[in-house]
């Protein structure tokens, strides 16, 4: 099997300007989707970051959620699957979200496939990465368009796991968010996998904070101007 499945309408622009250069301590499967691309990481059996290009058109759409997660055949065993959530007391949680991808049916299907899934607390799920979620989706409405990059933390100490295939548990969940219409800007957030309130376990942060935490580089394809500029900032109130 080929370490990375080409899909013919892969955006370009993804390509040049979303994939995070690889870090080297870390397994790496690339697989392409419709909808994202993911970094699967073979070890933790969850992908090590999920990119997409979010526009306002891909905001919405007629595919409505399928609700059908099911293993990923193009990743090698062991590797995550549906028993392994059952019961575990985590939910399954999107990186990319089924909510982006109502634009087109293989999208929808593909969101559901467990390379695209974490184990996440279930209020977390439902509640602050949801609603991160939701911003995210208005300001590619707002914005005409926008780049996202997500996926787990682990932290430097023994992890909890679940299921015979020992599925990782990370420790909290990163997101960044890149726009480079009107003023170029983007935006971090660091949530804890935990219950809780956004004052306790939301955290907005600069790019460049959030390399600092997940070892990863972001955007690298940008003019060092502007790369410079919107991974040093975080400021909330400019995506208000």
Not at 111 to 119: D, E, I, M, R, W
Request: proline letters at 5%.
């Amino acid at each position: 099997m080929s370490a990375e499945t080409n899909r013919k309408n892969v955006d370009t622009a993804f390509e040049d300007y979303f994939i995070p250069t690889k870090t080297p301590s870390k397994e790496e499967i690339l697989l392409y989707r419709v909808g994202y691309k993911v970094s699967y990481n073979t070890r933790t059996r969850q992908p090590n970051w999920v990119a997409w290009h979010l526009t306002a058109e891909h905001s919405d759409g007629p595919y409505r959620r399928l609700g059908n997660f099911h293993e990923e055949e193009d990743v090698p065993t062991p590797r995550a699957t549906l028993d392994d959530y059952r019961g575990s007391g985590w939910s399954r949680g999107h990186m990319c979200p089924a909510g982006d991808n109502k634009w087109n049916e293989t999208a929808m299907y593909e969101s559901f496939s467990l390379v695209n899934v974490c184990p996440q607390n279930a209020s977390l799920n439902s509640g602050l990465w949801n609603s991160i979620e939701i911003d995210c989706r208005r300001w590619a409405r707002q914005y005409g368009d926008i780049y996202i990059v997500c996926g787990p933390v682990f932290y430097n100490r023994e992890h909890e796991v679940i299921g015979y295939n020992e599925v990782y548990v990370p420790e909290a969940f990163f997101k960044v968010v890149l726009c480079l219409n009107d003023k170029p800007k983007g935006m971090g957030f660091v949530v804890k996998n935990a219950d809780g309130n956004k004052k306790r376990d939301l955290y907005y942060n600069s790019i460049d904070q959030v390399e600092r935490i997940t070892g990863m580089d972001f955007f690298p394809a940008l003019p060092d101007d502007i790369e410079n500029q919107v991974e040093a900032e975080a400021n909330i109130d400019d995506w208000r």
